[in-house]
């Protein structure tokens, strides 16, 4: 451009010139020649100058076109981008929400097995507890009181009022604890089980572990019995006693995986973990908890803690 200025001076300099010395008066014939090559090579150099200036606006349209056509294809290559990159989002999005639920559905079959299998385990004990009552019956002697000839313990009749052992309505007699004193009474369920949850709520934690181990001792298949392996993973938690209070609440998740207490045994199992040090191992705790009962509560609580502890709720979302 800078070459095309100066052309265009020079040819307005020579034109000046030229029209400078066509009025001037012609003094000699040899002046007057001089002065019509000087014309023609002006004259030459306009023509030069008009060709390379059209040269250039022809080139700088082509030029042009080109950019122009160059913006247009990287908007289209733009659009496309981002079109697939939308629907490999999508694709992503449902396939996450596939995997999640088929994750949650087989979750779920896993926590229907478990809860068949503690059902097949209960009934198998009161099959086993009747046929043990059948054989103190049995065996008997004519008049109460007497052990009988092989040294069988005596048995006591359980009042038809209540539930026995297993949830089950009691009126066979029950054979009595092999530590319990000749004599002494099974403590009725619910009641022992109301006044451990008395004791706790007093912080009266001694009489209340207790209490709720009596239940565990007398009553093991029963619902309250997970119930009584909760509370007392909740008085070794509150006590720093995390190595008991996880063994407390893995009672619970094997034994009666059904329970209502299920959830929050494991959130405070994935809480005791991580008091230990056991980063991971909480971790994965509380996203089974998460993936196990997602509308629990206890769920929320899990994401909140690993939200605080900067960390995705699901290994899937964190890689």
Known sequence: MHKVFTLRHRAAAAAILLTILAMAPVRAHAASKEIIELQTQVQQLLDMVQRLQSTLDTRFGVLQHLVEQTADNANQMSQTVNALQQKINQQSDGLSGKIDTASGQVQSLNDSVDELKTRIAKLDKSIQDLQGQLQNIQSAPPTGGQPAPGGTAPTVPVPDSGAGPGGAQGSLPQPMANNAAPGAMTPPLKE????????????????????????????????????????????????????????????????????????????????????????????????????????????????????????????????
């Open 192 to 319: 022992t089980f109301q006044a451990a949850l008395r004791d706790y709520n007093a912080a009266k934690y001694p009489v209340a572990t207790g209490e709720f181990q009596d239940v565990i001792h007398y009553y093991p298949m029963d619902d309250l019995a997970g119930s009584a392996e909760y509370y007392l993973g909740e008085i070794a938690y509150h006590q720093q006693d995390y190595a008991e209070a996880i063994k407390n609440y893995n009672a619970v998740l094997e034994g009666f995986s059904g329970s209502p207490k299920a959830p929050a045994a494991q959130l405070h199992k994935g809480f005791a973990l991580i008091q230990q040090s056991k980063k991971d191992a909480g971790i994965h705790e509380l996203r089974l908890l998460i993936q196990r009962h997602p509308q629990t509560p206890e769920a929320a609580q899990a994401k909140a803690k690993l939200t605080a502890m900067g960390i995705h709720s699901t290994a899937s979302a964190q890689r």
